[in-house]
Structure formats: structure tokens, C-alpha cells
């Protein structure tokens, strides 16, 4: 950092000069806490965006190369040779992007996924759907066309107009085409208030058109804007609280439905529901906010629900809302809450928070609006939970039977499949089996679409958030088998398992050869009954036959995953035994193992878990949409 005569030493002139003085003086952040870059230096743009993703913290990458990120390309290696960024490639562009979702929602590390022009920027962009449905902030750089308008560019949207990928991407979230360099500070800004946003980050788009990548560009890399920090904020005064618990405690039936949003404030929701003797309603991605076994936890509801959980949406006659988007399927779309009257909403979201009619808006960080609401209830109305015996009773009458039927459904005996021609474990078994091996090994449980995710959020029993994460935001095939990718890039990865259906397996395959290469440790487990089976049993209850729904090619799924060097590929056999003899021959090998686990599909009720609820799609829609105009709220 100094020259011979002790001087400070500038900023070197070439790529490579510049990447070891910056990581002898303790990388970009500690070269500006301490004064050194505060002159503006020339330097392409590519290396002034990977400086710029430094300054927010991003210094991971996950690449697949193309024509239009070769500058970006030779970026990351510079920097990389000298310890500031780590670069991963991969062979699928949305199994990528997953991953880097992955890599943000399970263990807190932004990202950003690179990619090339054109298809492998389309596909990115489709997988970063998840991102966006779960609220998970993302970095997703695209090569694009170049700014001077020559002709076509191989690969670009071939129509003429100006921008047409940054108009894309522009409609799928935020989005900043580097079009001129001078724009890359904003660009930075714009992106960190979208990937570091408080309630609702997202994936942020910076497409970089190929010729400015490598254009010079002149910065003070002391202006680069650092990721934004977020104080929590909730209404002031106490008027909206008073009135906000009087409404709970004044209840015969009070619901509190706990969203993707509630899930860090798990501490805060369960001495609410104690306070208030409110029955706790889950989404799909939120179990584990109420322990499983909490009298209080009416489980999930919906759609597809469960009989507690449904029964308490449609009796609850107030209705709590906690960080919750009121999605279709888990809001009978927007027909589950026929007794409703009134609507307390703690949501951040100005716009989210007044979904419903009659809502008592609290917008505000729910943990800050919790904690102040509880010290109402505590101080002014003590007896609240002695005023809700009778429904607590009913509540805990219902969770009965939902508890008694899924052990009925777990206990009970194999069918005989028409498929495989034997016995197998019908699915719900199956995943009870894995799940609970799972539990006892504080394993990550990662679940796919599908029927192997429906059947799986009925059933799981958590007792804290994040032991479950289900892509139910978007409900992405291949998510939960490229989302175990995640492990081998976080500082401190985590044993995982990815349930996932045959369907959804062969979406996203090659994370096979992922895995071996970035060395993950976990366990696919691949629950197959040759078919698309949550649209096969959705299209017999609504038209009494499946229809392309299902194939006749069988596929040895164990002998797919051996030709892979460093898989291990294990048969999960027939029954619950030998399904948990694989998975501890999984758990303990040192890297990626598959498990194939034949399950039934068909007639037999002990095939599934049911559905409870309502759902405006099909042949249904006509008495849903009835039932949605005479709904209060």
C-alpha cells in the first residue's frame, strides 16, 4: 500500500495492478473507510460494476459464459486470482438463477447470476421468477445487444425497436440497461433498494450491452453506493393499537394468518395468539411460525388447507393478518373467509396492507407493530384468552381430527400401484418418512412443486421457521433440487434435502453434475409415480379423467444418477424401512446422493392428504366466483 519513501501508493493503471492493491489493503470497503479512494480513476465498466456489487457486499457470482459477457468474464477472473470474488459456473441458466435464490433466502448471501444475450438471459429470467415470488433479492446481469444500432445482433429480440430486453426485464421487476457508463451509479442505487429491500426485495436486472462492458468509464469509487440499512418502523402513537386489540378482544372467533412475511417474528406471533386466544392459521411457506404441536396452530390452510386450518377460515369471525399477500390458492381465492366483519392487517406493504374491505391497517415492520399491539393486549385486556375458550375448544377439536386423520393416512397399509405393479409406499408415507428423518438430523427440507409440495406442507411438522422452505410462490419445477446447489456456495452450507417428483427432477437434471463439481452434501429424494400427479388429480375432480397428464417411458432414475462420478444413487426401496436405510447411507456420505423412491398414484384415498378448500380455476370457477362476490371482506 506504500512506496519506498512511505508514501501512499495510487491506485494502479491495469486490471490486474489494481485488483492486488485492493486486496492488500483489505478489500473496497476498508481502501474507502480509509480515505485511499477518494480521487476518481478511469476503468471499464465491467470492472467498475463487479466494484460497485463489492461495495454492497456482493462478491459471489454464478456464471454460464456467453458471446456477450466475455469483459464481465475476465472481470471476475482478475479478481478472483486475487481472493476478492468467488465465480461458480453451471450448465442451466434457471437451475442458476434458483440457486442464487436459494443462496439469499436460506442463508442471507446476495448474489448475482451472469449470463449471456438472449436465450441463457431468458431462461435466467424465467427462473428468477421464484426470486420474485418469494421476495428474495437477487443481482441478475445480462449481456445485451450493443448500443450503436448496426444491425442485428445474434441472439437480440429480432425485431426493430430500441431496448427490447430492457422493456423485458423492466415488466418482470426493476430493471437498468447500462446504455452509458455514466449511469452506473444510479443503476447501483436503483438495484440496491430492490435486492436489499425491507419487505419486498426482488431480483434487479442490469442488462450490460456488449460494447460498454469494456468502455472506460471515469468514478470516484467512493461514491459507489453501499446496500441501504433499514430501521424497523411502525404506526406512532397508541390510538391504531387500542383500537386495533380492543377489535381482537371484543372477537368471539379471532384467526391470525401467518404469511411468508411473519416468518421472522415467529417470538412475537405466538405470545400474540396467547394474549388474544387467536387460532393461528399457516401459508405453505410459513410452518413453523407456531410450533407444530401448539394448541394454538390450526396448520395450513386453503385450497388445498387442512381440516383444522380450513375450519378455522371459515368460522373465524375477525380475521389478523400477518405478513401475508393474501395469495390465490392460500385465500381460497379470496373466498375463505365467508364470517369475516373486520380485518386487522400488519403488513409493511402499503398496498398489501389494505387488500381486504374493513381492514384496520398497521403498516409497519411486523415485529415492531407486534410487539407494541401485545403490550396493549397485555395491559388492557388480560382476559381475552378466557373469552375465546369456547372457540379455542372447537379449534382444538378440529386439530384432533386433522391429526388423527394424517396419522390414519401414514399408518395406513400400502397400496398396490397399477404403475410399478406391486406394493409402494403411497406419498404422503414416503415424504412422512424422509421428513421426519429430516427433523431428527436438523437437515434443510427443500420441497418441489407439485403434488410432492401439497402433500408435504400438510404433513411436515416444524416447530421453528426455515426448517421448510417451499417454493410456493411461483411453484417452480426443479427448484428444490437446484436450491441444495446453495449449500456448497454459502460461507457455512447446511445438510439439505430436495423432495421432488419425477416431473420436476427431470426439469433440472444436470444439477447432478452441479453438485459434484461445487461439492454439495445432501440428498435428493426423488418420489416418482410417473406423472404429473397434482394435475392428473385436479383434472379427475374436476372432469373425471387426466388427460396428458403421465408418460410410458420408464426411467431407471438410480442408474441415471450413478453415471455421474461422485453421486451416489441409492434405491429407496418399498416401505419405510428401507427408505430410512437410505437415507442415513445418504447422510453419511461425504457429497450429492439421489434417492428413488417408487409411490402410488390413483383411487385409493390412503394416496394423498385431501383438499379442503376452494380454488377459481376450471369448471369450479363459476361457484367460486359466486361465492367471491358475496364474500364481505
Not at 11 to 38: F, H
Not at 90 to 109: I, P, S
Not at 232 to 258: M, N, T
Request: with cysteine.
Amino acid at each position: 500500500m506504500t512506496n519506498a519513501t512511505g508514501t501512499p501508493r495510487p491506485l494502479p493503471s491495469s486490471m490486474d495492478g489494481r485488483a492486488a492493491w485492493l486486496a492488500d489493503a483489505g478489500g473496497l470497503n476498508a481502501a474507502i473507510d480509509a480515505g485511499r479512494l477518494d480521487e476518481a480513476v478511469s476503468l471499464p465498466l465491467a470492472e467498475a460494476l463487479v466494484l460497485g456489487l463489492m461495495r454492497q457486499g456482493v462478491t459471489k457470482y454464478l456464471a454460464i459464459f456467453g458471446h456477450g459477457s466475455t469483459a464481465i468474464g475476465e472481470v471476475l477472473r482478475v479478481y478472483q486470482t486475487h481472493g476478492l470474488v468467488r465465480c461458480w459456473q453451471f450448465r442451466n441458466e434457471v437451475a442458476m438463477a434458483h440457486a442464487a435464490t436459494a443462496l439469499r433466502w436460506v442463508y442471507g448471501e446476495p448474489s448475482a447470476v451472469v449470463t449471456s444475450i438472449g436465450p441463457g438471459a431468458m431462461q435466467a429470467m424465467a427462473g428468477s421468477l421464484a426470486a420474485a415470488s418469494n421476495g428474495v433479492g437477487v443481482y441478475h446481469l445480462y449481456g445485451d445487444e450493443t448500443t450503436h444500432g448496426e444491425g442485428y445482433n445474434m441472439q437480440q429480440v429480432p425485431k426493430p425497436a430500441q431496448g427490447l430486453f430492457g422493456q423485458m426485464t423492466a415488466l418482470m421487476g426493476e430493471s437498468w440497461t447500462l446504455h452509458s457508463p455514466g449511469g452506473l451509479r444510479a443503476a447501483l442505487r436503483r438495484g440496491a433498494m430492490t435486492v436489499f429491500h425491507p419487505w419486498k426485495a426482488g431480483p434487479f436486472y442490469l442488462n450490460m450491452p456488449l460494447n460498454t462492458q469494456p468502455a472506460e468509464t471515469l468514478i470516484r469509487l467512493d461514491t459507489l453506493p453501499a446496500a441501504p440499512a433499514f430501521s424497523p418502523a411502525a404506526p406512532a402513537g397508541e390510538d391504531a393499537y387500542a383500537a386495533a386489540a380492543a377489535l381482537v378482544a371484543g372477537a368471539r372467533r379471532v384467526a391470525v394468518k401467518a404469511g411468508g412475511g411473519a416468518r421472522p417474528f415467529a417470538r412475537e406471533i405466538r405470545e400474540f395468539a396467547e394474549l388474544s386466544g387467536a387460532a393461528v392459521v399457516l401459508s405453505p411457506g410459513s410452518t413453523g411460525v407456531m410450533p407444530d404441536d401448539h394448541p394454538q396452530n390450526l396448520h395450513v390452510c386453503g385450497s388445498k388447507g387442512t381440516i383444522s386450518g380450513n375450519f378455522a377460515m371459515e368460522e373465524a369471525d375477525l380475521l389478523v393478518v400477518i405478513g401475508s399477500r393474501a395469495v390465490c390458492q392460500s385465500d381460497c381465492s379470496g373466498t375463505g373467509w365467508p364470517k369475516v366483519r373486520h380485518v386487522v392487517n400488519i403488513n409493511a406493504d402499503p398496498e398489501d396492507v389494505q387488500h381486504y374491505n374493513r381492514t384496520s391497517a398497521l403498516c409497519g415492520d411486523a415485529g415492531a407493530v407486534l410487539e407494541r399491539l401485545n403490550d396493549v393486549m397485555r395491559r388492557d385486556h388480560p382476559e381475552a384468552p378466557a373469552s375465546k375458550r369456547e372457540w379455542l375448544d372447537a379449534c382444538a377439536a378440529k386439530k384432533a381430527e386433522w391429526r388423527a386423520f394424517r396419522t390414519a393416512q401414514l399408518d395406513a397399509a400400502q397400496a398396490v400401484d397399477a404403475v410399478w405393479q406391486r406394493e409402494v409406499l403411497t406419498q404422503p408415507q414416503a415424504i412422512a418418512v424422509t421428513a421426519a428423518f429430516c427433523k431428527a438430523r436438523a437437515a434443510i427440507k427443500f420441497f418441489d412443486a407439485g403434488d410432492v409440495q401439497a402433500n408435504g406442507f400438510q404433513i411436515v411438522e416444524d416447530d421453528e421457521p426455515y426448517e421448510t422452505f417451499t417454493e410456493a410462490g411461483a411453484s417452480y419445477m426443479g427448484f428444490s433440487v437446484s436450491a441444495l446447489l446453495a449449500a456448497a456456495l454459502a460461507e457455512n452450507g447446511r445438510y439439505g434435502v430436495a423432495f421432488t417428483g419425477d416431473g420436476s427432477f427431470t426439469m433440472n437434471p444436470q444439477v447432478l453434475i452441479d453438485g459434484v463439481e461445487h461439492g454439495v452434501r445432501g440428498a435428493i429424494v426423488l418420489f416418482d409415480n410417473r406423472r404429473m400427479g397434482a394435475i392428473s388429480q385436479l383434472q379427475q375432480a374436476q372432469y373425471g379423467a387426466d388427460f396428458r397428464t403421465s408418460d410410458s417411458v420408464p426411467v431407471d432414475y438410480v442408474q441415471m444418477a450413478a453415471s455421474v462420478p461422485g453421486v451416489k444413487a441409492l434405491s429407496g426401496g418399498f416401505d419405510p424401512s428401507s427408505l430410512t436405510a437410505a437415507l442415513e447411507e445418504a447422510f453419511d456420505y461425504d457429497g450429492l446422493s439421489l434417492i428413488h423412491v417408487p409411490v402410488y398414484f390413483g383411487d385409493d384415498p390412503r394416496g394423498g392428504m385431501g383438499a379442503y378448500g376452494r380454488w377459481n380455476v376450471g369448471n369450479w370457477c363459476d361457484d367460486v366466483q359466486d361465492r367471491y362476490v358475496r364474500t364481505l371482506i
